[in-house]
């Protein structure tokens, strides 16, 4: 268990709907990343937010949209969504203080989006 | 054990010219390969990915290049610029569905020079 939670874990939604990807990320730590994981395109970083501000943007499109909360917990906003949104949905999280050697990030289990 | 490893802790290159930062790994089961980019009391931030199932993937002035039978991967940043002085981390990740979890190398720190 790595501390970080996703919810849900699986999700079926048509065309053209919204949903929301929300993560709860390990105790303490400040930032929190999303990344896509989907067949044709592998890995690929969203957009990354540290203690409630934006710090890193990937590719990350324009229907999509993100936050993160005084609490710290995290949500992921896709609309209009298309086939090609389907995907796994990854949130990792990482430590409070940054050193400059052997950091570790840790990834929930994930949110399996299915668009039909 | 420090599955991912960064050999050099610094490296100092002139503006214009060719970077390459280098990483060595042990675990053959990574599936992902990442370089993230660190500056003085910042979180790491991402750069560029790889898949183990390529050799190379090209972003903009930032190439990695994957060996997987040395298990060896590097960063080319041509051509380098002042504002590329940072902390490089390369990582590293095994994407099992449960409790997937990135691992650093300890980092080189890139000084671009003019």
């Known amino acids: 268990d790595s501390g970080v939670t996703q919810t849900p874990k699986h999700l079926i939604t048509a065309t053209g709907q919204r949903v929301t990807l929300r993560c709860s990320p390990r105790s303490g730590d400040l930032s929190v990343y999303w990344y896509q994981q989907s067949l044709d395109q592998g890995l690929q970083f969203l957009i990354q937010?540290?203690?409630?501000?934006?710090?890193a943007k990937g590719n990350i499109l324009e229907r999509f949209s993100a936050q993160q909360f005084p609490d710290l917990h995290s949500e992921l906003n896709l609309s209009s969504l298309e086939l090609g949104d389907s995907a796994l949905y990854f949130c990792a999280s990482s430590p409070r203080f940054q050193a400059d050697s052997g950091n570790t990030i840790y990834f929930g289990e994930g949110s399996w989006l299915t668009v039909v | 054990d420090q599955q991912v490893k960064q050999n050099s802790p610094s490296l100092s290159v002139q503006e214009g010219r060719i970077s390459i930062l280098n990483c060595d790994y042990t675990n053959s089961m990574f599936d992902y390969f990442l370089w993230y980019k660190k500056y003085p009391a910042e979180g790491p931030t991402f750069l560029i990915s790889?898949?183990?199932?390529?050799d190379k993937n090209e972003d903009g002035r930032f190439t990695v290049f994957l060996n997987k039978s040395a298990k060896h991967l590097s960063l080319h940043i041509v051509p380098s610029q002042p504002g590329d002085s940072a902390v490089y981390f390369c990582a590293a990740i095994v994407i099992t569905g449960t409790a997937s979890k990135l691992t650093f190398g300890t980092g080189t720190r890139l000084q671009v020079t003019l």
């Open positions: 937010y540290y203690n409630g501000e934006e710090r």
């Open positions: 790889i898949s183990s199932i390529k």
